[in-house]
């Protein structure tokens, strides 16, 4: 079956422009997990969405970061005047509520 | 919030059984264990999962202590496919709906030798 989506794959962008991340989680799963993973280095959690619930901000490293969930399907992930620092890969993840987490292979992002 | 630590690197030879290490001194009584596999290029795989003493499915098996401040992934005679990043990952299975943040550790490279 379809696993979660990313799109795009790549993403090239100059600094201080802004970039939308998209994640398509597995139909039916009511959780979605953004993280981040820069070069070498281990995941990062940014921000949690469960149904219709508050989502979890807590991991969102700076005001220039937020997300969004239109009910248990898409997410899109922001990033506004993008610095070099935000380069890494941003990974989503979705699951069914208390189960393991399913990955898509990620957005590799590249701030010039 | 439950901090991870694990070996960056270890190596073995194929055939060879892996034992891979995560201590968690400050897991909290809600907190599941977790691990993964990546590859390069992709996300993290699932592995296996548990909660204390020891579970086992077709891949690997979960040693949790009764203290629960570390766990041990083994992996039995392992291939070459087997080369990949493995981590640990300790939080809430979230079932009560209260979202938790979630900690990976840091990653163990595990290079399986010919």
């Known amino acids: 079956g379809a696993g979660v989506s990313q799109s795009p794959s790549n993403k090239v962008t100059e600094k201080g422009k802004d970039v939308e991340l998209r994640c398509d989680p597995i139909s039916g799963h009511t959780a979605l997990y953004w993280y981040r993973q820069r070069l070498g280095q281990g995941l990062e959690f940014l921000i949690y969405f469960q149904g219709n619930s508050a989502p979890d901000k807590s991991g969102l490293p700076s005001d220039r970061f937020s997300a969004e969930r239109t009910g248990e399907s898409v997410s899109t992930l922001t990033i506004q005047r993008t610095q070099q620092e935000d380069s890494a890969v941003y990974l989503c993840a979705s699951s069914i509520q208390g189960q393991p987490q399913h990955f898509g292979d990620g957005t590799r992002l590249s701030i010039l | 919030l439950a901090k991870t630590t694990q070996p960056i690197s270890m190596d073995s030879y194929e055939g060879q059984e892996v034992n891979i290490t995560c201590s968690h001194n400050n897991i909290a009584t809600n907190d599941y264990i977790t691990w993964y596999q990546q590859f390069p290029s992709q996300g993290p795989r699932f592995i296996i999962q548990?909660?204390?003493t020891k579970v086992t499915n077709e891949v690997a098996s979960l040693f949790i202590p009764a203290d629960r401040k570390s766990s041990t992934l083994s992996l039995p005679r392992v291939s070459l496919s087997d080369t990949a990043v493995y981590y640990c990952?300790?939080?809430?299975?979230?079932?009560?709906?209260?979202?938790?943040?979630?900690?990976f550790g840091s990653g163990t490279q595990l290079t399986v030798l010919p």
């Open positions: 548990g909660y204390k």
């Open positions: 990952l300790v939080g809430d299975r979230v079932s009560s709906g209260s979202a938790r943040q979630l900690t």
